[in-house]
C-alpha cells in the first residue's frame, strides 16, 4: 500500500522553529516530486515547497528564507525545516507525491496540524 506518514507538527510560538516529517512507502520514492501543502481553516489548500526527484527545490514566495525542504533517499523521508514562523503559517501541511513538482498530486498523506501563536 502507498502510504506517505506526515509528522511533526505541534504548538509553537512565533518566532519558533519545527521540522515535519514525511515518510514515504509503497512506491518508487526515488521517482517522485514530494511537496507539502498546507491548508489553513476557511482557505483553499496551497502548495508550501517541493523537491524534485533530481532535488531541485522551490518554495512559496511567503516561505522563502524561512523554511527548507530536504530528502533523504535513504530513509525515503522528506523534511520541511520550519523557522521563525509566523501566526499566518497555522495549518494543516499535507505532503504528497507527484510526478514532477507542480503537477497533479498521485499520492496524499494525512495531514498533520501546525499551530503558531503570537
Known amino acids: 500500500d502507498v502510504q506517505l506518514q506526515a509528522s511533526g507538527g505541534g504548538l509553537v510560538q512565533a518566532g519558533g522553529s519545527l521540522r515535519l516529517s514525511c515518510a514515504a512507502s509503497g512506491f518508487s520514492f526515488d521517482a517522485y516530486a514530494i511537496g507539502w501543502f498546507r491548508q489553513a481553516p476557511g482557505k483553499r489548500r496551497e502548495g508550501v515547497s517541493c523537491i524534485s526527484s533530481d532535488g531541485k527545490t522551490n518554495y512559496r514566495d511567503s516561505v522563502k528564507g524561512r523554511f527548507t525542504i530536504s530528502s533523504d533517499s535513504a530513509k525515503n523521508t522528506v523534511y520541511l525545516q520550519m523557522n521563525s514562523l509566523k501566526p499566518e503559517d497555522t495549518a494543516v501541511y499535507y505532503c504528497?507525491?507527484?510526478?514532477?513538482?507542480?503537477?497533479?498530486?498521485?499520492?496524499w498523506g494525512q495531514g498533520t496540524q501546525v499551530t503558531v501563536s503570537s
Open positions: 504528497s507525491a507527484a510526478s514532477v513538482c507542480g503537477a497533479r498530486v498521485d499520492y
